[in-house]
C-alpha cells in the first residue's frame, strides 16, 4: 500500500509571495502523484499530476511541482499566489500497477493573505 | 469531457430515514467508481469501490448493510445510507475512472452534504 503524508496543515502566505506546499510519499512500488485542490463545499479539482516523463509538471495557473524519487517528493509550488489561490489542497498517490485505489494526505489549508 | 455530476448537492434528512446519493459520469462510461467520505477539515476517506455490474467492494470499517451501493450501469452508481444517524452527516464525494483511457485518473463529482438531523 501507499500513504501520503502533508506535513503542513494550514499554510497562509501573503499575495505575490511564493509558497509551497509539502508532499511525501511512501511506496513499494512505481507511483503515480497528483495534486488536487478544493474549494469549499465543493468536490476536488485536479491541478496536476505526475505519471512519467519530466520530474516537473505545471498547471495552467501557474502551479508547478517536481517528482522527486530519491526524496519520495512531490512539493508543490508557484511563485506568486493570488487571492484565489486561497483553498485546500490534497497530494494523492496510486499505484501505477494497475490498482484503482487513490491514497490522500491529510491536506493543506492555503490562505493567501490581502 | 470528463465530468462526474452528483445529486443532490445537498440533503437534509430526519433520523431514521434512509437518503440516496446519485454519481453520473456524464460523457464517458466508468466500470469503477468511487465513494469517499470527508469530515470537516479532514481528508477523503474511500468508503468503498464499485464495480458496474457487481458487488461493490467496501473498505474496513465501513457497515456494507448501512452503505449501500448500486452501480447499475456504466454511467451511474448510487450511495444509498440507510437509517442514518446524525453520526452519519459528511460530504460524500463519488469519483469516477474513464475505461475507455488507458490512464489512471480519476474525475471527481461536487460533493453531496448530507446533514441528518
Known amino acids: 500500500a501507499q500513504s501520503v503524508t502533508q506535513l503542513d496543515s494550514q499554510v497562509p502566505v501573503f499575495e505575490e509571495a511564493p509558497v509551497e506546499l509539502r508532499c511525501n510519499y511512501s511506496s513499494s512500488v512505481s507511483v503515480y502523484l497528483f495534486w488536487y485542490v478544493q474549494y469549499p463545499n465543493q468536490g476536488l479539482q485536479l491541478l496536476l499530476k505526475y505519471l512519467s516523463g519530466s520530474t516537473l509538471v505545471e498547471s495552467i495557473n501557474g502551479f508547478e511541482a517536481e517528482f522527486n524519487k530519491s526524496q519520495t517528493s512531490f512539493h508543490l509550488r508557484k511563485p506568486s499566489v493570488h487571492i484565489s489561490d486561497t483553498a485546500e489542497y490534497f497530494c494523492a498517490v496510486t499505484s501505477n500497477l494497475g490498482g484503482n485505489q487513490f491514497y490522500f494526505g491529510t491536506g493543506t489549508s492555503l490562505t493567501v493573505i490581502p | 469531457g470528463a465530468v462526474v455530476s452528483q445529486h443532490p448537492s445537498w440533503v437534509i434528512c430526519k433520523s431514521g430515514t434512509s437518503v440516496k446519493i446519485e454519481c453520473r459520469s456524464l460523457?464517458?462510461?466508468?466500470?469503477?467508481m468511487f465513494w469517499y467520505r470527508q469530515f470537516p477539515k479532514q481528508s477523503l476517506m474511500l468508503m468503498a469501490t464499485s464495480n458496474e455490474g457487481s458487488k461493490a467492494t467496501y473498505e474496513q470499517g465501513v457497515e456494507k448493510d448501512k452503505f449501500l451501493i448500486n452501480h447499475a450501469s456504466l454511467t451511474l452508481s448510487t450511495l444509498t445510507v440507510t437509517s442514518a444517524h446524525p453520526e452519519d452527516s459528511s460530504f460524500y464525494i463519488c469519483s469516477a475512472r474513464d475505461q475507455g483511457l488507458a490512464g489512471v485518473e480519476q474525475y471527481f463529482g461536487p460533493g453531496t452534504r448530507l446533514t441528518v438531523t
Open positions: 460523457d464517458f462510461q466508468a466500470t469503477t
